[in-house]
């Protein structure tokens, strides 16, 4: 009951702005990653160039060039799933230390709320983070999946069972890209959900423009246009 009584708190308009944040981040994912659209995003049309580039991976004689790629790719799943963690332990550590947590709020001005206030308001950032190191996490397994699959396609394109590995490799690789894709996304809301400390107004700015930034990125930047052109 005590902690259910520091949400007196709070305004509805925090309700409203923690909502938003939520709402645009579940439907913005839906929207980004529908495959039957008339608008493809950056993400659908990248799986596209995958599945591509799985086809001309059958016929490559030096196959290297294909494990560098998806060496480079773990390691960048690598990189964000170290610095969730990172930003996960630094962000429970402040919640665990009240009296560190409200020398904060005093020196940045934000406040002379109830430290459990501040300590809810970091509660989004931490379980955005952490669902960013999770699907980094699986994002990993999945690119080392799809090495393997790779390595087990034959040599010998007219093989009947090498375009139909690659497909699968394919699946898998488009599969790892997703994860990726949505942990990336999500460490995107998580730093957003960060202006709540200075208020609701400021969540629901902050929300308004996370959102317009990333539809600009998938729908409306110069990397869509220029996937969008057709080959010579």
Known sequence: MRLLDQFYNFAPIDALAIGLLLF???TLEWLIERPTTPR???SVLMARYRRD?????????????DANILANLRQGTTFFASASMIAIGG???LIGNPERLSGVARD???GSDPTVVWEIKLLPVVLLVTNAFLKFVWSHRLFGYCSVVLSSVPSDPDDP???SRAEKAAEINISAAR???RGLRSLYFALGSLAWLLGAIPLLAATVITVVMLWRREFRSN???VLLQGDD
């Open 53 to 65: 580039w799985m086809t001309e991976f059958v016929s490559r004689e030096n196959r290297i060039f």
């Open 108 to 110: 940045l001005a934000l």
């Open 91 to 93: 962000t429970l550590a």
């Open 161 to 163: 069972t090498a375009r």
């Open 179 to 181: 994860s990726f894709n």
């Open 40 to 42: 493809p995003s950056v």
């Open 24 to 26: 645009s981040w579940f």
């Open 223 to 225: 990397t869509r246009r």
